[in-house]
C-alpha cells in the first residue's frame, strides 16, 4: 500500500466536500448531493466516493463486462425489453463481481482515503447516475451495507455495491423508468457511520397531500434502516413551514422528537429547500445532541404546484378539466394543449386557466362565494365525474373561513363576468334558442336528420375554408380562431336539437312511479337506442366481422368493408380529443385486432341478434308500461309517459353525435399540423413530420425566420408526455397550496366496493384490468372489464364483456350511456379500482346498486 502522506493523485475517488451537483455523471446522485449540502452548510457527516472510473476500472481489471455480455447472449434474455430482470443471470452477475479482484492502484486510493477520515465504522452506499434525479429518485434499488468496521469488510462491500446495479430490483425499476442504458456505471459513498440515538426522515413538503406549506417528520428511536425498510412504524409529525409544529399521530409512549428537535429539522429542511431549489426527501440522525443529514433527494411523487396571478390570493382551487368535462385523467400533448389553452381563454378569464403535467385546470374558487348553492351542487353533482363535485365542495367547505377572508367586493367581478360575455358567445346563445324548439316541436325524425345535417355543414365549412390555408401562419391562426368552435360551439350547436330529450326519462320515471309498484321494465328503455353513432359503429364491426368469416378472408386494411368503416370512423381514436393522438384511418391496428376478436369467438351472431332482441324489448315495455298505466285509470298519465318515452329513444341517441362531429374538427386540426410538421421536417427543425405535436406553438413561430432547430424540444417533451401517461392517479381537485385531492374518502366493508351504479343487471365475472383499448385482445368473453375512464374508443369492446366498472365517469358519460345500450352491467366512480381489484379475481357486480362483492 502507498502511505497516506505520498498519495498525491485522485483518479478513482474524491472527499465528499470536493465533490457538487457538476460531477453527478461521474459520482452519481447521492454523491452529487451530498457534495452540495456540505456546501449548504448543513451537518454531513465525511465521507469519500469512489468515482464511476473506479467501478469501470473494476470491471475492466476483471472483464467482467465481456463476461455480462456472454451470460445475457447464452440466456438468450435481453434483459432491457423483457419487462423484468432475470433472477439467475442477477445472481450470476453478483458473483462475477464477488469473485473480482481489487487492482492495487483502486486499493491505494481507498484505503488512503478510509484513512484521511480516521478508518471509522462505516456505511457503504451505492450512488447510481441515475440516481436522486427529479425525475427518478431510485430509492431503495440498490443495495446499501452499515457497520463496515474495517479494510477487508469495506472492499468487500464495495464490491456488492458495485454488483447491485445488476440485482432485478434495480433492472425492474430502470425499466419501468424507460432508463434502459444497457452499461450504467456505479459510484459508492463510503460515509462514517453515525450511531444514532433516533433518525428518520423530513420531507419539506408534504408527500401525502402534496402541500408545499406543510413539512412531514418520520421519527423512531434508533437507526434509521429499520424505518427505511418498514420493520418499525415511525412517529408522524406535520408541521407547517411558518414553525407551527404539531403532532399529527403519536404511535409510541414517549414521543422521540420534542418542540427544539422539531423546529431544528424544520430549519435544516429549509436550508436544503433553498439550496436544490426543490422539495427535498432527507434522511437524518440524531447523535450526541447533534442532528446530521445523511441523504437528500428530491421528491419525484408531487404534483406540480399550481400558482395564482395575483401574489396576494393566499389560496385558490382549481378542478382538473378534461377530467370533469371528457372524463379525461390522460395529458395532452404539449401541441393538443396549446389549443386546449387557446379555446378555453376565448370563454373564460385567461388567470382562471392553469396547466401542470399536460392536464389543464380552471379556477373553481368563485363557487365559494355560492354557499346557498352548494347543497344543490351536492344533490346535482358534475354529469361527467359526480366525484369531483363531492371533493370540490369538501375542500370549500373545510377552507370556508381562509376564502372568506381574501373575498374581493362582488363588484370587482363585472368586469370578468363582462369579458365572458364576448360577442360570439352571445351571437351563440342568441341562435341556440330556434334548435331548441326545432327539437321541441317537429317529429324525431326531422331533428335526428337536422342534428346531422348541421354538424356536417359545419364541418364542410371548416374544411373549405382550411383548403385556402397557404403560409403557416394562416395554418396557425385558423387552428387557434376555431378551437372554440370544434370544442365547444359545434358540438352544442348538434346537442341543442336533442336537448329536450335529456330530461324524458327522468319525467317518464317520476311520473310511472306514483301509479306502478314495478318499475323495472323500465330499465329496458335505454337498451338499443337507434340514430347512436357510438352503437351503430359497432354493429358495422360485427357486421364486417360476420362477412369477412363467412368468406373465408382475413380482415387487413385494404378490405373494402373495412376502408368504408375508416371512412365514416376513421377520425376516431383513443384520446380523440387531443390533435396529437394518431386516428384509426393512421394506425387501423386496433379496428383490425377487434375484428380478428370477434372472428375468433364468433360472437357476432349473438351479439347482433341481442341488440336486435332489446330493440323490440324496449319497444314492447313502453307498450306495456303505457297499459298498466291505463288499467290503473291514469289515462292522462300513460299518454304523456308514451309521449315522453318514444320521445327519449327517437332522439337521445343523437346525445353521442356532437363528440363524433367534434372529433372531424380535431382531426382536421390533426391534419393541418402535419402539413406544417412536413414543412419543419423538410426545413429541417424537426426530424419526423410527428414531432410537430411534441411541441407547441410559440417553439414554431419564434425564431421561424432563422429557422431555429426544435429536434430537443420535441423527444425531450415527448418523453415527458410518456411519463405523464403512466401517472398512476391524476388529482381531480388541487389548491394553490399544492394540496391534491384524488378522490373522497373510501368507505370499505369486507369484501364490499361501492361505486356509482349506471347499467343495471348483476354480472359474476373475471376481472380484466386494462390501460389502453389496444389491450382489448386480453379480454375474454363474459370477463368484467375494469379502466380508469371509458370514452368512445372502448366501447366497441363492450360487445365482448359481461360487465364495466370504471374509476371516473357518471351515468351521463360516454360510457355509461353506451354501456346501457348494450345491456352491460356497469358500475363508475369507483376510487382506485384498477388497483384495488387484481386481474382474474372473481367477482359479483351489480349494476343497479353500485355494489362490487369480491367472490375470490
Not at 74 to 89: M, T, Y
Request: aromatic residues 8%.
Amino acid at each position: 500500500m502507498v502511505e497516506s502522506s505520498k498519495m498525491k493523485n485522485f483518479n478513482y475517488t474524491e472527499l465528499l466536500q470536493k465533490v457538487s451537483q457538476r460531477d453527478l455523471s461521474r459520482v452519481g446522485g447521492k454523491a452529487a448531493h451530498l457534495g452540495e449540502m456540505i456546501r449548504a452548510g448543513l451537518p454531513v457527516p465525511e465521507g469519500f466516493v469512489l468515482c464511476t472510473d473506479s467501478y469501470r476500472r473494476f470491471t475492466s481489471f476483471n472483464k467482467i463486462d465481456a463476461k455480462i455480455e456472454e451470460l445475457v447472449k447464452k440466456h438468450g434474455n435481453d434483459i432491457f425489453k423483457a419487462g423484468k430482470g432475470s433472477k439467475v443471470l442477477s445472481d450470476r452477475i453478483k458473483t462475477l463481481f464477488e469473485e473480482g479482484e481489487l487492482p492495487e492502484d483502486l486499493i491505494d486510493e481507498i484505503n488512503w482515503q478510509y484513512e484521511k477520515i480516521g478508518s471509522p465504522e462505516v456505511v457503504v452506499r451505492s450512488s447510481a447516475t441515475q440516481e436522486d434525479s427529479p425525475t427518478a429518485s431510485c430509492a431503495g434499488q440498490y443495495d446499501s451495507f452499515l457497520n463496515v468496521k474495517d479494510v477487508e469488510q469495506l472492499h468487500k462491500y464495495i464490491k456488492q455495491c458495485w454488483a447491485s446495479l445488476w440485482n432485478t430490483r434495480a433492472l425492474s425499476y430502470r425499466l419501468t423508468q424507460k432508463i434502459d442504458d444497457p452499461g450504467p456505471a456505479h459510484a459508492v459513498v463510503v460515509q462514517k457511520l453515525i450511531q444514532a440515538e433516533k433518525s428518520g426522515i423530513l420531507f419539506t413538503a408534504n408527500p401525502i397531500n402534496n402541500r408545499r406549506d406543510q413539512m412531514l417528520i418520520n421519527s423512531s428511536w434508533g437507526l434509521g434502516e429499520a424505518q427505511v425498510s418498514g420493520d418499525v412504524t415511525p412517529e408522524q409529525i406535520i408541521v407547517r413551514k411558518h414553525n407551527e409544529a404539531g403532532l399529527q399521530t403519536e404511535l409510541q409512549e414517549i414521543s422521540s422528537l420534542d418542540q427544539r428537535d422539531v423546529l431544528e429539522l424544520v430549519e435544516l429542511g429549509t436550508k436544503a429547500e433553498a439550496h436544490f431549489t426543490l422539495p427535498q426527501d432527507i434522511e437524518w440522525a440524531y447523535s450526541d445532541s447533534q442532528f446530521s443529514l445523511v441523504q437528500s433527494r428530491p421528491i419525484t411523487t408531487l404534483f406540480p404546484k399550481l400558482k395564482p396571478e395575483n401574489s396576494d390570493e393566499k389560496l385558490r382551487v382549481y378542478i382538473n378539466f378534461l377530467l370533469v368535462d371528457k372524463v379525461m385523467p390522460e395529458p395532452l400533448t404539449p401541441i393538443g394543449e396549446d389549443i386546449w389553452k387557446k379555446f378555453l381563454e376565448k370563454i373564460l378569464p385567461s388567470k382562471w386557466i392553469k396547466s401542470a403535467a399536460g392536464r389543464l385546470f380552471v379556477d373553481a374558487t368563485e363557487l365559494s362565494r355560492m354557499e346557498r348553492w352548494w347543497d344543490k351542487l351536492r344533490d346535482n353533482p358534475s354529469s361527467m365525474d359526480p366525484l369531483t363535485t363531492i371533493i370540490l365542495l369538501e375542500v370549500l367547505e373545510r377552507n370556508k373561513t381562509e376564502l372568506k377572508q381574501q373575498r374581493k367586493p362582488l363588484i370587482t367581478l363585472i368586469p370578468t363576468i363582462f369579458g365572458m360575455l364576448n360577442l360570439p358567445l352571445v351571437k351563440f346563445l342568441l341562435t341556440s334558442m330556434p334548435k331548441t324548439l326545432y327539437g321541441l316541436f317537429f317529429s324525431p325524425e326531422k331533428v335526428v336528420k337536422k342534428a346531422a345535417k348541421c354538424g356536417e355543414n359545419e364541418i364542410k365549412s371548416l374544411k373549405e375554408k382550411a383548403q385556402k390555408l397557404h403560409t403557416r401562419e394562416e395554418k396557425i391562426e385558423f387552428i387557434e380562431k376555431n378551437a372554440p368552435t370544434v370544442y365547444y360551439f359545434l358540438p352544442l350547436k348538434v346537442l341543442y336539437y336533442v336537448v329536450s330529450s335529456i330530461t324524458c326519462l327522468d319525467k317518464a320515471k317520476k311520473i310511472v312511479s306514483t301509479h306502478l309498484k314495478d318499475t323495472s321494465k323500465l330499465n329496458k328503455i335505454e337498451k338499443s337506442l337507434p340514430h347512436n353513432i357510438t352503437t351503430e359503429m359497432g354493429m358495422q364491426l360485427l357486421r364486417i366481422a360476420r362477412n369477412l368469416d363467412r368468406n373465408g378472408e382475413q380482415p387487413t386494411p385494404e378490405h373494402p368493408e373495412i376502408q368504408d368503416f375508416l371512412n365514416t370512423y376513421g377520425h376516431r381514436a383513443y384520446l380523440e380529443v387531443d390533435p396529437g393522438v394518431p386516428r384509426w384511418k393512421e394506425k387501423p391496428e386496433y379496428v383490425i385486432n377487434l375484428l380478428n376478436s370477434y372472428i375468433s369467438n364468433k360472437s357476432y351472431d349473438e351479439r347482433i341478434k341481442k341488440f336486435s332482441q332489446d330493440k323490440e324489448e324496449a319497444e314492447q315495455a313502453i307498450l306495456e308500461i303505457t297499459l298498466e298505466l291505463k288499467e290503473k285509470g291514469a289515462r292522462r298519465d300513460a299518454g304523456k309517459v308514451e309521449k315522453l318515452l318514444n320521445k327519449y329513444r327517437n332522439l337521445f341517441g343523437v346525445r353521442e353525435l356532437p363528440k363524433h362531429i367534434m372529433v372531424k374538427g380535431v382531426n382536421l386540426f390533426r391534419d393541418i399540423l402535419l402539413e406544417i410538421g412536413e414543412e419543419l421536417a423538410a426545413e429541417g427543425r424537426l426530424d419526423s413530420k410527428q414531432d410537430v405535436f411534441f411541441v407547441r406553438f410559440q417553439d414554431i413561430t419564434s425564431g421561424s425566420d432563422q429557422g431555429a432547430p426544435l429536434q430537443k424540444q420535441a423527444p425531450r417533451n415527448q418523453s415527458l408526455y410518456q411519463k405523464e401517461l403512466k401517472r398512476s392517479s391524476v388529482p381531480r381537485v388541487v389548491t394553490s397550496a399544492g394540496e391534491t385531492l384524488f378522490s373522497p374518502a373510501v368507505r370499505n366493508r369486507d369484501n364490499i366496493l361501492e361505486g356509482i351504479p349506471v347499467s343495471p343487471g348483476l354480472q359474476e365475472g373475471r376481472v380484466r384490468i386494462l390501460e389502453y383499448p389496444e389491450e382489448g385482445n386480453k379480454l375474454k368473453k363474459d370477463d368484467i372489464l375494469v379502466t380508469k375512464a371509458a370514452n368512445p374508443a372502448w366501447t366497441p369492446l363492450f360487445l365482448e364483456i359481461g360487465g364495466l366498472i370504471t374509476e371516473m365517469g357518471s351515468p351521463l358519460s360516454h360510457g355509461s350511456v353506451v354501456a346501457r345500450e348494450y345491456g352491460v352491467p356497469a358500475v363508475t366512480g369507483l376510487q382506485e379500482a384498477t388497483t384495488r381489484l387484481k386481474d382474474g379475481q372473481l367477482i359479483r357486480l351489480n349494476g343497479e346498486t353500485g355494489v362490487v362483492e369480491l367472490l375470490d
